[in-house]
């Protein structure tokens, strides 16, 4: 078996493929809890590790009256509370490098969102906390550009690192996932993971908000398992069209467990 490393007591290795879900932002605290606590239970009962995502703050939103979170000072603890009352690994992204070292006393790992994972100084400063880092690869970058990243985060002490692919532009508000960039990717010697929800997004695709094609993310999952991603990116809402942010490519929260049994099958037999 191999062990890429540790996020908290959880274990990334090829034993499993692992999960990494929640809402796209932290929404109120109950529902927040809520998604966390279910996630965790089927992931329990099957036997997949888990890390539970959620952002305080969205500040790359397509329109200035979208709903961003709750944002650091009030996000933050509500993250802290989920990872010690849930006994589970917590992620959300940053966007400043002032944001690293307020983060990093709370969460689990750090993300690098996709349109600012060439960011030099915030790759570095997220690094030099010592936790592990899900960068995510831009929509412009070609899987060879990604490892680039990982180079940045290895100069400032990183060394514990995933790489998530999140689809590619094509034309305007839509993204195709070409997946020969999942074995590129894996050339790294990071784990790899699929988004399959940001995959299906059509970003400003409905005018001052992304759009989306959630039929397509059971499709999307299976396909990088298949194609040798090490973990899955979901965004899950038990209401999807009520979501604050995110809603038209989130997963609905009762597809979760159906889901993850077929990328099991899948997983075990690649």
């Known amino acids: 078996m191999k062990t890429f490393f540790n996020v908290d007591d959880l274990e990334i290795s090829d034993k499993s493929f692992f999960l990494i879900a929640g809402p796209c932002v932290i929404e109120e605290e109950g529902l927040t809890r809520e998604i966390a606590s279910e996630a965790k239970k089927i992931t329990s009962e099957l036997g997949i590790p888990f890390i539970f995502k959620a952002s305080f703050d969205k500040a790359n939103r397509s329109s200035i009256r979208s709903p961003r979170g709750p944002g650091i000072e009030k996000g933050l603890p509500v993250l802290e509370r989920i990872r010690a009352d849930l006994q589970l690994p917590v992620l959300s992204d940053i966007h400043e490098p002032w944001q690293a070292e307020a983060a990093a006393r709370v969460l689990s790992i750090i993300q690098i969102p996709a349109f600012l994972s060439r960011q030099t100084d915030l790759l570095q400063a997220a690094a030099r906390t010592g936790l592990p880092l899900n960068i995510k690869k831009s929509q412009m970058m070609s899987p060879a550009d990604i490892i680039l990243a990982v180079n940045k985060a290895a100069e400032a002490g990183g060394h514990r690192v995933m790489l998530t692919e999140r689809g590619t532009f094509f034309g305007y508000n839509n993204l195709v996932v070409d997946f020969r960039s ?89």
Do not use: W
């Open 182 to 270: 999942i074995p590129r990717m894996k050339e790294s010697g990071c784990p790899v993971v699929m988004d399959a929800t940001h995959a299906v997004q059509r970003p400003s695709g409905a005018g001052e908000i992304s759009g989306g094609d959630p039929q397509f993310i059971p499709m999307l999952a299976a396909a990088g398992i298949v194609a040798g991603a090490d973990g899955v990116f979901l965004e899950i809402h038990p209401r999807p069209e009520k979501a604050l942010s995110d809603g038209t490519n989130s997963l609905p929260l009762k597809e979760l467990r159906p889901l993850l049994i077929r990328l099991q099958k899948l997983y075990n037999v690649r």
